[in-house]
């Protein structure tokens, strides 16, 4: 097959050098314009094609793929600035720059099993909250009022949002981000929780009678959740108590929730089919049972200190 060139160009083949890495990471915008020069997988050449239409290293003529040019150090210079300055602009750089990202989690994938397994987690937390971020982080960017703000700002303030499409996107993916940012930290390996402080202690005691009093009202809070949502361990008017939500829906949205519901969240337990179907199936009383044996009551302790002061 013979190679495509332009007219009177210095243009020549040249291989992989070995080791070199065949992808879209060693892109140059070169000096005619919207284009670049790509490694080709499949024959270790160098293309030449538009940048608006490379794919995946793939020449968007076909298998024609153009010779690249022999640099001197200032050309190869000022191309390197110039690829810096376009790939600065590409989608996956304004991604990158961003408001939110996935938090990373505080223990291994598999720290909280056999109560929680590892592959729930995995899913849990690489896809479904990862998923709450991208579209929280689409709307922040279609809608420059929201951008700086800082994730409480967004989630409690959403009755300001006059754009109903607008409100409910902020109040799920915003929600989502918010809650499960939460849930991890509120799980720890089991035997590395510590126990509840004996101020938390002393709260439990006066708002349910006893620990056990407040397993029983947080469970069945968790078990009579209907369809998705949450249950919660809040600090109202300086009291302890139970409540849940639906969806991602959280203590926090104030006028969005009813006023029964506002506080701020101590404890917090995903009632979703996605936090335990895989290891529980349809047996969420047990994944509720199984979860206190992961409760980080270290940070819920902090959590129920900064509440109350």
């Not at 998923?131 to 409690?156: H, M, Q, S």
């Not at 509120?186 to 006066?206: F, H, R, T």
């Not at 006893?210 to 069945?220: H, I, R, T, V």
Request: with cysteine.
């Amino acid at each position: 097959m013979s190679n495509f060139r332009m007219p009177n160009d210095p243009w020549k083949r040249r291989k992989l050098p070995p080791g070199g890495d065949p992808s879209l990471s060693d892109t140059l915008h070169s000096s005619f314009g919207n284009s670049a020069f790509v490694i080709t997988p499949e024959d270790g050449r160098q293309s030449f094609h538009p940048l608006s239409i490379c794919r995946a290293g793939r020449p968007a003529y076909g298998n024609r793929t153009m010779s690249a040019p022999i640099y001197d150090r200032r050309s190869f210079v000022k191309l390197s600035i110039a690829a810096g300055a376009a790939a600065a602009a590409t989608p996956a750089a304004m991604a990158q720059d961003a408001s939110f990202s996935l938090p990373k989690l505080p223990y291994a994938l598999d720290a909280l099993e056999p109560h929680i397994d590892a592959k729930t987690m995995e899913i849990h937390h690489g896809k479904h909250h990862q998923a709450y971020i991208d579209n929280l982080n689409k709307a922040i960017t279609a809608n420059d009022f929201l951008k700086g703000k800082t994730l409480e700002a967004i989630v409690g303030g959403l009755p300001a949002v006059k754009d109903e499409a607008l409100r409910t996107t902020l109040r799920n993916q915003g929600g989502g981000h918010w809650n499960h940012s939460f849930f991890w930290e509120i799980m720890a390996p089991a035997g590395k929780g510590g126990e509840a402080s004996a101020e938390l202690a002393a709260a439990i005691k006066s708002a349910f009678g006893s620990m056990d009093d407040l397993k029983k009202a947080f469970n069945e809070a968790a078990t009579k959740r209907f369809g998705s949502g949450w249950a919660w361990l809040i600090v109202q008017d300086k009291k302890l108590k139970v409540v849940s939500t639906a969806n991602q829906d959280n203590p926090l949205m104030k006028e969005i929730i009813p006023d029964a519901d506002f506080g701020t969240p101590v404890l917090g337990l995903d009632v979703w089919e996605h936090a335990y179907y895989l290891h529980y199936q349809n047996k969420r009383p047990d994944y509720i049972a199984a979860w206190w044996n992961v409760v980080n009551w270290k940070e819920a302790d902090k959590r129920f200190k900064a509440a109350m002061a």
